[in-house]
């Protein structure tokens, strides 16, 4: 495509001016990832995607929030594959990179534990799953910043507390999540994560917060009814 061709230029370009290493190629590289992901061209965004992560790591001086932003775009692509033993390092290398900032950037740090737990329940690893999204939770609760990828996975903690017919605690979770959609309605557009019991994963998008609030709503209606 045009588009493809133009950041190939740039790239080119960066390479020879800038140097092979630099964090302008990074960025051209990235461009030309996302790219190709919108044509639906997986293997090409993936490969660049790939040659963006090396060449932050092969720089003397990394920007930290652009491979933050690398790292985030393809453990997505492989969360999506459900690649998950491809997906985990990446994920715990953006988690460590998050900790040693001081000011870490929201998202994409807030995303990562929510989706290492997604890795670990696509592992059968749900009980490590349950612990991470508790504890990324309470964290973000006792900040006072609870995130979308939280509330998210509120609705993780919840199902398992239906699981267990702890009626009382999977209602308290909701209204957790609940609280926070109220309290935010100018909020980013509303991103949850769903377990389902058949062990399939979805995601979904929602124009507005008081819409996700109906869609946590609809799925915890009948437990409502039940406790």
């Known amino acids: 495509s045009e588009a493809a061709a133009v950041s190939q230029r740039a790239l080119e370009l960066d390479k020879n001016v800038f140097g092979p290493d630099s964090s302008r190629v990074a960025g051209d590289l990235t ?6 992901g919108a044509q639906g061209k997986n293997e ?10 090396a060449v932050t790591r092969r720089n003397p001086k990394p920007d930290a929030q652009r ?21 985990e390092p990446l994920i715990l290398e953006g988690m460590k990179l998050c900790e040693a900032m001081p000011q ?5 740090c807030s995303s990562f534990p929510s989706r290492l737990a997604e890795v670990y329940r696509g592992q059968g690893r749900a009980e490590e799953a349950d612990k991470l999204v ?25 199902q398992k507390y ?17 609280a926070w959609i ?5 909020a980013m557009t509303p991103f949850v994560t769903v377990h389902h019991p058949n062990g399939e994963i979805s995601k979904r998008q ?3 917060a008081p819409e996700c609030g109906d869609f946590l709503e609809d799925i915890f209606g009948d437990l409502m009814q039940v406790a």
């Open 206 to 208: 929602f124009d507005s």
């Open 162 to 178: 239906e699981k267990e017919q702890n009626y009382s605690q999977a209602e308290a979770t909701y209204n957790r999540a609940i």
């Open 31 to 36: 461009n030309l990832a996302m790219i190709y």
């Open 134 to 158: 508790s504890e990324a939770a309470r964290q973000a609760e006792s900040s006072g910043k609870e995130t979308m990828e939280v509330v998210g996975g509120l609705n993780i903690l919840a």
């Open 182 to 186: 109220e309290k935010n309605e100018d």
């Open 67 to 87: 491979t933050l932003s690398i790292l985030s775009n393809l453990s997505t692509f492989y969360l999506r594959a459900r690649r998950w033993a491809e997906a």
């Open 104 to 108: 870490p950037p929201s998202p994409p």
């Open 44 to 53: 090409e965004a993936e490969k660049f995607n790939k040659q963006a992560l």
